[in-house]
């Protein structure tokens, strides 16, 4: 694609395959990942956002910051992710936080390519796809490729924190 963004940068540097998949996004689509799954023709366990949670201790992580990667169809266990990172507790990064740190738009969030690299956990159910998509760098555009590659590249651990 033209021009590109943080996150195909992220994916040709790293020299994985992996697919463009632009969609019509809809400003008023309620949830901007099964939004996506729905215009792309993909079960939506296959669809995974990512999500910015906020760490205590902050000293857990740098920044106080992870990043969470879960299907679009379940919620972020923030207990589960906060144990994954060795954190006492996890809450929800607010939206103007995740869009400084990662230089993305919420709902083109993109765990490939963030302006500032973050601890990263994807839910350990990615695996069990042969590819997996994630937001590409703006609304209306995801990307696929395999759940290794994903987790190489944003040098992430898995576990399972979907709920």
Known sequence: MAGGTP???A????????????YEHDPGAAS????????????PARVFKTLLVR????????GGLAVGVVPVDRQLDLKAVAAAVGAKRATMAPPD??????????????????????RTV????ALAHPTVYVSGGRRGFDVELTAADLVRLTAASTAPIAR
Do not use: C, F, M
């Open 7 to 9: 996150a195909t940068v």
């Open 11 to 22: 994916l040709d540097r790293g020299g994985v395959p992996w697919t463009a998949h632009p």
């Open 32 to 43: 901007y990942g099964l939004e996506a799954a729905q215009a792309l023709g993909v079960e």
């Open 55 to 62: 760490l205590e201790p902050a000293g857990a992580a740098p």
């Open 97 to 118: 936080v995740a869009e400084r740190t990662t230089g993305y738009v919420v709902g083109g969030i993109s765990p490939l390519g963030q302006k500032r690299p973050l």
């Open 122 to 125: 994807v839910d350990v159910s």
